[in-house]
């Protein structure tokens, strides 16, 4: 099995203190052959993400790991952009001269509101307005791969419950229809399971909706944001892929999918 892991943050994300090279080595020690870092980044004033990373410094980071590890580790240079369908034009002019391999997108705001908030006022009304938001942002974002494509739930399940597949079975449809349109993919991201949520996001659910469609690119990542938790069932989400009838898993080069059998 080759063991990759492409969903990382490190303290070049404002919600992490892990040290790059502390996840490399724990990567190699987990048996991890190729790791994707993927710093949050947003462009836009009123987000969290907006203004902590320095791009210059993380991407100091990312050629001294590769240089230090290189017999060792396979090393890709990504960002996860919080709503990159709203500031389109100003993120690809920004994107082009950086040469990243990756680029998740994801939804973490609606209507510059967090989720948290969005599901204080609306509870759990809030799923309807995350996946309009997330298909939005497939409609037209220029990404690789969609984060967590069922995020919402990891502020809403303890509160407000998860949210019902059949219910929400159209609008998924529509988004991982577009996906596959735009030729862009989805990642099994193992985050929630190392939590009470104890599932995957998205849901397999989902996962099985969208090879059912034609589905074909899909990432792992574990969304780690410590050492300890780099690559943490990555062995369970490549099994979820199997499950759901996928043969391949994908990391990415300057932004062209590669596939890797399992």
């Known amino acids: 099995m080759y063991m990759l892991d492409f969903h990382h943050h490190t ?27 993927t710093e949050h980044f947003s462009l836009n004033f009123q987000s969290p993400t907006n203004g902590h990373i320095n791009l210059t410094n993380y991407f100091s980071d990312i050629k001294s790991c590769q240089e230090k590890f290189q017999d060792q580790l396979l090393i890709r240079k990504g960002l996860e952009i919080c709503e990159p369908h709203l500031l389109k034009d100003l993120y690809c002019k920004t994107f082009e001269p950086l040469e990243l391999d990756f680029i998740l997108g994801s939804v973490h705001n609606i209507n510059n509101r967090t989720l948290r908030e969005t599901l204080e006022k609306k509870q759990l009304a809030g799923y309807k ?60 991201n193992t985050s929630g399971l190392r939590t009470s949520l104890n599932e995957s996001l998205p849901s397999i659910n989902i996962v099985k909706l969208y090879k059912e469609l034609g589905g074909e690119i899909l990432t792992v ?24 009838g996928f043969t391949y898993v994908f990391s990415f080069d300057k932004r062209k999918a590669i596939p890797h059998k399992i």
């Not at 490399?24 to 991890?32: D, E, L, P, R, Y």
């Not at 990542?221 to 759901?244: L, Q, R, T």
């Open 129 to 188: 307005d995350y996946f309009q938001e997330v298909y939005e942002m497939v409609s037209i974002a220029d990404i690789d791969v969609v984060a967590h494509l069922d995020l919402m739930k990891r502020y809403a399940y303890e509160e407000f419950g998860l949210y019902d597949f059949t219910e929400y079975r159209e609008i998924l449809e529509a988004i991982l229809s577009k996906i596959i349109e735009r030729n862009l993919g989805i990642e099994i």
């Open 221 to 244: 990542g574990s969304d780690s944001h410590s050492p300890d938790s780099v690559g943490s069932f990555i062995k369970e989400a490549i099994e979820m892929a199997k499950e759901c």
């Open 11 to 37: 303290n070049h994300s404002f919600d992490s203190k892990a040290v790059m090279e502390d996840v490399c080595k724990n990567a190699i020690t987990k048996g991890i052959k190729e790791i994707c870092f």
